[in-house]
C-alpha cells in the first residue's frame, strides 16, 4: 500500500528527480505553505509531513497545534485558527456544531459564526490583537439570542509576516440570562421601594397597602413569572402571620389562621419561625406542606427579613413537582429582601400620617436646611469676617437654628404619641435627647426620612446634600461644641465615604463622630469601606436605614465620645 507523505514547500533532493525504488512505494503530496498544510492533515491522512527549511519556523506553532487536534476536538469550547485575513484555517468540532455552514475553512470567522452582533467591549478583537499583540474579547448575540464570549490571542511564535489568531468560544447565554434576571428583579425592587411622600401624600393608608400589592404582584408575574403568590405579615405581638396579598390561592388557604411556629403551621409557619428558605420539591411527600392551591406539586416560601428580623413570608407555587431550583430561591430571597424594604417603608409613612410634626418637618424642615447651607456658605466665603454683613450672616444662622428647635417643641406638643403605629423609643434612648445631628446625603427622601426618625427622638437634625457643604456645617458648629454625631452616605456627589472621614476627622480629631450609610446591593469599587474602617471608622450601616440599627449606631458613636468620669474611691 503507497505511504502518503504531506510535503510543505520545497522536495527534498533525493526525491525531487527521479524516483528512486525505495520511493517508488510513497505518494508525495505537496503543499505550497504551512496553512494548505494544516488544512490538509485535518481532513486527509498522511504517514508522515516533510518541511523544508524556508518554512520552518512558521510550521513550527501550526505543528504544536496538530498535536493536540484530538484534545481541542473534546473541548466543550469552540477553538478557531484564524489568519491575519480573519478567515478560518481550522476549527474543532464544537465551532463547526455552532456554525450553521457545512464547511468552514477559508471562511470570514463572522459569517462562519452566523453573522452574530458584536456586543462589545471591544467590537473589533481580532483587529485590536492582529495590532497590538495583545488578548482581546467580546461578547456576541446570535440571532437565537444565544450569547458567546470570544477570547482571541496571537498563535504562540508567529511571524510578523504571517500572524495567526487563536480564538476561543464559550457559550454565556445562561450566565447571561441570568444576569439580566438579576438586573430586572433589582430594578423592580428598586420602583418597590419608590414610595415617595410627595407623591402619596393624600392617599390613605389602604390606598397606599393597594398600591404595593400591585406593584408587588405585577412584578412578581413580570419578572419572575410566578402566578400563584402569597404574602402574610408577621403579627410581633401575637406570632400571626397575617395575610397580606393571595393570588391564586384557594380562599380557605388563603384565610387559614398560620403562625411563626415550625410545627403544625405549614411550610410558611416553619420559614418565619426559623428565618430559613423552604423549597417544596414534592408537595405529596413533604411533611410540612398544607395545601395553598389545588394541584400544586411542588412550592416556595422566603422569609420576608429587614435587618435581622423576619416581618412576614412570601411563598409561590406550581402544578409542576420540583418547578424550582436553587436558582430561583436565591432570586427570590433577593427580591424579597426588596419588598421588606418597600414595606418598612409603607409602615414609616403610615406612622408620619398621623403625626403633626412630620408633617409640619415635610415642609420645612428641608428648606430651613437649605438656608443654613447657604448661610454657612456666605459666611466662609466672605472676605473681611468683621464687617457688618458677616455679623448679619451669624445672625442669621442662629435663628435659623433656634426656628428649627421651636418648631421640634411646638411639634412634641402637638404630636399624640398613640397615632404611631411604631413604638417610640425614645424613652429607651435618653442619650440621644438634645444631641445635635448632622446628616449629609443627596437623597432628599433620605434627608426628610433622617429628619423624621430623629427629630421624633429628640435629635436637633441639620443636613447637606454633598459632602463639601457637610463640612462646611462642621466647621460652622464647632464654636458651639460640634455636632455629637454625622451620618453621610458612602457615595457623595463629590467625594466617597473614605474621604469624607479623612477631612472631618482633620476638624473634629478623634474619634471621628461618624457612621457611614452604605446603600444595599451596592458594589464598593473604590474600597471606600474597608479603608474607612481600617482608619478607625466605628459604625457603618445599610441603606434603606433599619431603625433599630441606626439608633444602635448613633449610640455607640455618642458612648465613644463621652468621657468617663472617675469618681474617688
Not at 425592587?189 to 415617595?196: C, F, P, S
Not at 427622601?445 to 463640612?471: P, Q, Y
Not at 469599587?525 to 482608619?535: L, P, T, W
Request: hydrophobic share 40%; net charge negative.
Amino acid at each position: 500500500m503507497e505511504k502518503r507523505i504531506l510535503c510543505v514547500g520545497q522536495l527534498p533532493m533525493g526525491l525531487a528527480g527521479e524516483p528512486s525504488a525505495a520511493a517508488q512505494s510513497v505518494q508525495l503530496v505537496p503543499a505550497s505553505h504551512p496553512i494548505e498544510a494544516l488544512k490538509r492533515l485535518y481532513g486527509e491522512s498522511f504517514e508522515g509531513v516533510y518541511v523544508s527549511s524556508k518554512f520552518f519556523r512558521e510550521a513550527l506553532p501550526l505543528g504544536k497545534l496538530l498535536q493536540n487536534v484530538q484534545i481541542l476536538d473534546a473541548l466543550a469550547e469552540g477553538v478557531v485558527l484564524l489568519d491575519s485575513e480573519l478567515n478560518i484555517v481550522w476549527a474543532n468540532q464544537r465551532f463547526r456544531q455552532w456554525s450553521p455552514l457545512p464547511k468552514v475553512e477559508g471562511v470570514n470567522f463572522y459569517t462562519a459564526f452566523g453573522e452574530p452582533e458584536i456586543l462589545g467591549p471591544d467590537y473589533s478583537p481580532f483587529n485590536s490583537t492582529l495590532a497590538t499583540g495583545e488578548a482581546s474579547y467580546c461578547r456576541l448575540r446570535r440571532r437565537e439570542n444565544r450569547y458567546f464570549q470570544v477570547h482571541a490571542a496571537l498563535l504562540p511564535e508567529s511571524q510578523p509576516s504571517s500572524l495567526y489568531l487563536i480564538v476561543t468560544v464559550r457559550e454565556v447565554t445562561e450566565e447571561v440570562l441570568q444576569q439580566q434576571k438579576w438586573d430586572a428583579i433589582h430594578q423592580a425592587g428598586m420602583e418597590l421601594a419608590e414610595l415617595k411622600p410627595e407623591e402619596i401624600t393624600q392617599m390613605s393608608i389602604e390606598e397606599r397597602v393597594e398600591l404595593l400589592k400591585a406593584n408587588i404582584l405585577y412584578y412578581t408575574k413580570d419578572v419572575l413569572h410566578y402566578d400563584v403568590v402569597e404574602i402574610r405579615l408577621l403579627d410581633p405581638q401575637t406570632g400571626e402571620l397575617r395575610p397580606l396579598l393571595a393570588e391564586g390561592m384557594d380562599p380557605e388557604a388563603a384565610q387559614r389562621v398560620l403562625y411563626a411556629q415550625p410545627q403544625g403551621n405549614g411550610v410558611t409557619g416553619f420559614v418565619a419561625a426559623t428565618g430559613k428558605s423552604y423549597l417544596c420539591d414534592n408537595t405529596a411527600e413533604d411533611p410540612l406542606y398544607l395545601p395553598g392551591v389545588k394541584g400544586a406539586r411542588s412550592s416556595m416560601t422566603v422569609p420576608l427579613i429587614f435587618g435581622d428580623r423576619v416581618i412576614g413570608t412570601f411563598n409561590v407555587e406550581s402544578p409542576q413537582a420540583h418547578a424550582f431550583t436553587e436558582s430561583d430561591l436565591q432570586f427570590m430571597e433577593i427580591f424579597t429582601r426588596q419588598i421588606a424594604a418597600a414595606l418598612n417603608t409603607l409602615q414609616l409613612l403610615a406612622a408620619e400620617k398621623a403625626s403633626s410634626l412630620e408633617a409640619v418637618h415635610g415642609a420645612i424642615a428641608l428648606p430651613m436646611d437649605e438656608i443654613l447651607n447657604d448661610a454657612v456658605y456666605l459666611r466662609e466665603h466672605c472676605t473681611d469676617p468683621s464687617s457688618e454683613v458677616t455679623e448679619r450672616i451669624c445672625r442669621i444662622l442662629r435663628n435659623a437654628r433656634d426656628i428649627k428647635q421651636l418648631i421640634y417643641q411646638v411639634g412634641q406638643q402637638m404630636s399624640p404619641t398613640e397615632a404611631h403605629p411604631l413604638p417610640l423609643p425614645s424613652p429607651e434612648y435618653p442619650l440621644l435627647k438634645g444631641r445635635k445631628v448632622l446628616v449629609v446625603d443627596a437623597d432628599k427622601n433620605s434627608r426628610s426620612h433622617a429628619h423624621r426618625l430623629l427629630d421624633r427622638l429628640g435629635c436637633l437634625v441639620d443636613t447637606a446634600i454633598n459632602g463639601e457643604s457637610g463640612l462646611c456645617l462642621v466647621r460652622s458648629m464647632l464654636p458651639e461644641g460640634g455636632y455629637d454625631v454625622v451620618l453621610a452616605d458612602d457615595r457623595l456627589p463629590d467625594m466617597n465615604g473614605y474621604q469624607f472621614m479623612k477631612q472631618l476627622r482633620e476638624l473634629v480629631g478623634e474619634p471621628v463622630p461618624l457612621i457611614l450609610m452604605v446603600p444595599i446591593l451596592t458594589y464598593d469599587e473604590d474600597h471606600s469601606i474597608i479603608h474607612a474602617r481600617q482608619e478607625g471608622l466605628k459604625a457603618a450601616i445599610f441603606k434603606p436605614v433599619d431603625l433599630d440599627k441606626l439608633l444602635s449606631a448613633i449610640e455607640k458613636i455618642l458612648t465613644l465620645r463621652t468621657p468617663v468620669v472617675q469618681t474617688a474611691s
